[in-house]
C-alpha cells in the first residue's frame, strides 16, 4: 500500500507540554484514514504540523515521497493537501458563494481573460454548494448558517482548490445526525472519484463506519494502527480510552 501522508518521529511541545512525542505515521493513499485518541492526545497539534501551521521541533514529514516538514502551509497547500478546521473558518459577512470563492486566487493578466476565468470559477463554486447540498444558501452570509452549513461550507472552499488529500479535523462536531449521514456518505462519494481522507474525529460511529485504515494516538504518538475491525478490539485502544 503507497502511503500518502507520513512523518517519522514527530515531536512538538509547548513550553513543559509535550503535544508530540516521537510521532511516526503512515497514512494509506486513496483510503479513507482517521485519526482518534482520547482529548489532548496530540492530533490536531500532528494536523497543525503536517500542514505547516506550526513547525514541529524534530521530525520529518513527507507528502508522496516528498519531504515537506517545516513549510508555508500555502506551499503545503499547493503539493495537493487540503485541510478543515475544528473551529471551522468562514467569512461571517460573506456569502457562501464569496466564501468559497475566496478560496481560490483569481489571477490572469487580462481583463477579458480574468472575466473568463471568474464565471468558469463561479460555475465551479455553484457546482460544489450543490454537491454539499447548500446551493439554496449560496446569497446567504456564512454568519446566518447554521454551525453544520458552515461546516459543508468550509468544506466547499477546501474542494474548490481541488486537493488530492483532504484532512477533516473533527467533521462530526456539533453537527446534528441527519447532516452527520451526508458527510458519511460524501466522504465515501469523494474517495470513490479518488480523493485520498484523513479524518480526526471523536463520534466512533462515523470513524468505524466510514474508515478503511485507523491510527491511535495516545499521549502524542500512535499506539495502535490498522482496519476498523481489528482496531475495536485493541486492547491499547481500549485501555487508552478508558485511562487504564
Ligand atoms: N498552543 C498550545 N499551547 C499550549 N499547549 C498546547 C497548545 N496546543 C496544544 N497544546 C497541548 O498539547 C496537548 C495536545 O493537544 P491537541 O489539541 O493536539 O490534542 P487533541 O488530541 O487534538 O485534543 P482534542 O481531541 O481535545 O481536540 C494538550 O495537552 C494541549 O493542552
Given at each position: 500500500?503507497?502511503?500518502?501522508?507520513?512523518?517519522?518521529?514527530?515531536?512538538?511541545?509547548?513550553?513543559?507540554?509535550?503535544?508530540?512525542?516521537?510521532?511516526?505515521v503512515e497514512?494509506?493513499?486513496?483510503?479513507?484514514?482517521?485519526?482518534?485518541?482520547?482529548?489532548?492526545?496530540?492530533?490536531?497539534?500532528?494536523?497543525?504540523?503536517?500542514?505547516?501551521?506550526?513547525?514541529?521541533?524534530?521530525?520529518?514529514?513527507?507528502?508522496?515521497?516528498?519531504?515537506?516538514?517545516?513549510?508555508?502551509?500555502?506551499?503545503?497547500?499547493?503539493?495537493?493537501?487540503?485541510?478543515?478546521?475544528?473551529?471551522?473558518?468562514?467569512?461571517?459577512?460573506?456569502?457562501?458563494?464569496?466564501?468559497?470563492?475566496?478560496?481560490?486566487?483569481?489571477?490572469?493578466?487580462?481583463?477579458?481573460?480574468?472575466?473568463?476565468?471568474?464565471?468558469?470559477?463561479?460555475?465551479?463554486?455553484?457546482?460544489?454548494?450543490?454537491?454539499?447540498?447548500?446551493?439554496?444558501?449560496?446569497?446567504?452570509?456564512?454568519?446566518?448558517?447554521?454551525?453544520?452549513?458552515?461546516?459543508?461550507?468550509?468544506?466547499?472552499?477546501?474542494?474548490?482548490?481541488?486537493?488530492?488529500?483532504?484532512?477533516?479535523?473533527?467533521?462530526?462536531?456539533?453537527?446534528?445526525?441527519?447532516l452527520l449521514?451526508?458527510?458519511?456518505?460524501?466522504?465515501?462519494?469523494?474517495?470513490?472519484?479518488?480523493?485520498?481522507?484523513?479524518?480526526?474525529?471523536?463520534?466512533?460511529?462515523?470513524?468505524?463506519?466510514?474508515?478503511?485504515?485507523?491510527?491511535?494516538?495516545?499521549?502524542?504518538?500512535?499506539?495502535?494502527?490498522?482496519?476498523?475491525?481489528?482496531?475495536?478490539?485493541?486492547?491499547?485502544?481500549?485501555?487508552?480510552?478508558?485511562?487504564?
Amino acid at each position: 500500500m503507497t502511503s500518502t501522508l507520513a512523518t517519522t518521529d514527530l515531536r512538538k511541545a509547548f513550553g513543559g507540554v509535550t503535544a508530540l512525542d516521537g510521532a511516526t505515521v503512515e497514512f494509506q493513499h486513496g483510503k479513507v484514514n482517521a485519526l482518534i485518541g482520547p482529548n489532548g492526545s496530540g492530533k490536531t497539534t500532528f494536523f497543525n504540523c503536517v500542514t505547516g501551521m506550526i513547525k514541529p521541533d524534530s521530525g520529518t514529514v513527507t507528502y508522496d515521497g516528498r519531504d515537506i516538514t517545516g513549510k508555508a502551509p500555502h506551499t503545503i497547500a499547493r503539493h495537493g493537501m487540503g485541510r478543515t478546521f475544528q473551529l471551522c473558518r468562514t467569512f461571517p459577512r460573506m456569502t457562501a458563494l464569496e466564501n468559497v470563492l475566496a478560496a481560490v486566487p483569481v489571477g490572469g493578466l487580462l481583463a477579458g481573460l480574468r472575466g473568463a476565468k471568474r464565471r468558469s470559477e463561479i460555475d465551479r463554486a455553484i457546482s460544489w454548494l450543490t454537491r454539499l447540498g447548500i446551493e439554496h444558501l449560496a446569497g446567504s452570509e456564512a454568519r446566518d448558517m447554521s454551525w453544520g452549513q458552515q461546516k459543508l461550507l468550509e468544506l466547499a472552499g477546501v474542494l474548490m482548490s481541488e486537493p488530492e488529500t483532504v484532512l477533516l479535523d473533527e467533521p462530526a462536531g456539533g453537527v446534528n445526525p441527519a447532516l452527520l449521514d451526508r458527510i458519511g456518505l460524501l466522504v465515501r462519494e469523494l474517495n470513490a472519484e479518488g480523493r485520498t481522507f484523513v479524518i480526526v474525529e471523536h463520534n466512533m460511529d462515523l470513524v468505524m463506519s466510514i474508515s478503511d485504515h485507523i491510527v491511535v494516538f495516545d499521549r502524542g504518538r500512535p499506539i495502535a494502527s490498522g482496519p476498523p475491525s481489528v482496531i475495536r478490539t485493541d486492547e491499547k485502544v481500549l485501555g487508552a480510552y478508558l485511562g487504564v
